[in-house]
């Protein structure tokens, strides 16, 4: 079990940057304190008891997909030594799945209890609004949980398909992967074993793709776009 813990920061009201802390309590498994300012602890604190969770812990269901890229994986694939990814992948699938159906009951009874009707706030940017006032209907968050069901599939056919066909590296999980999280909003980290070179292949090419998915780049200016992030960079000054 793994949960989060909002803490207020030790260093002022609006500093986020404070290390977290990590720690075992018991049934409750590891918790994690996260120092945030105390606008957002009280917030937090109101819709937690309005759930009746007075310990303030936010249950967290982790999942880790992995897919080697360099020479190791070349070498890996060459050996037939690639089992126990194909493993980590089927089982962290298995546990992203259960988590959507948990996602979608839960919005899904939400908008029946009511009425129908709610706030684009409570559900994901990507829903069509309804003709009430940009409001978001049973109909069309029914619409959008079949979108994400579908995202879901095409994942679990990634999967399958590495495993049964043998796909020497399958990178097309890494997009399927991150795409489906940011859609269902949820936290999500990319890493190499030196989050340096690989890393920043996989954020840029990301970065890209949500240019031209929400701000407008055009498909034929993707390549560019990807290659002046990766030789310019995208570091403050």
Same mark, same amino acid.
Request: proline residues 4%.
């Given at each position: ?174 997009? *399927? ?8 909003? &949820? @936290?999500? $980290?990319? #890493? ?29 200016? *993707? ?8 030789? &310019? @960079?995208? $570091?403050? #000054?």
């Amino acid at each position: 079990a793994f949960s989060l813990k909002l803490v207020v920061s030790p260093n002022g009201a609006t500093n986020m940057m404070n290390p977290v802390k990590v720690s075992r309590a018991g049934p409750n498994g590891w918790i994690m304190e996260v120092p945030c300012p105390s606008l957002i602890i009280d917030i937090s604190t109101r819709i937690l008891k309005a759930k009746n969770n007075e310990a303030g812990l936010i249950k967290v269901t982790a999942v880790l997909f992995t897919q080697g890229i360099n020479e190791q994986q070349t070498v890996a694939n060459a050996m037939g030594d690639s089992v126990l990814q194909d493993i980590i992948n089927r089982e962290q699938f298995t546990r992203l799945e259960k988590y959507f159906e948990a996602y979608r009951d839960w919005h899904q009874a939400h908008f029946a209890s009511s009425g129908g009707l709610s706030s684009p706030s409570s559900t994901s940017s990507s829903s069509s609004p309804s003709s009430s006032g940009g409001r978001h209907t049973t109909k069309n968050v029914n619409t959008e949980m079949i979108v994400l069901g579908k995202a879901l599939s095409a994942i679990g056919t990634s999967v399958e398909k590495k495993r049964v066909f043998r796909i020497k590296k399958d990178v097309v999980i890494l997009p *399927l992967v991150a795409d489906f999280c940011r859609k269902i909003h &949820a @936290g999500r $980290c990319t #890493s190499c074993k030196s989050a340096k070179d690989r890393t920043s292949m996989s954020v840029t090419w990301e970065q890209a793709r949500l240019l031209l998915e929400h701000h407008g780049l055009p498909q034929n200016a *993707l390549e560019t776009a990807v290659q002046a992030m990766r030789s &310019a @960079g995208v $570091c403050r #000054s």
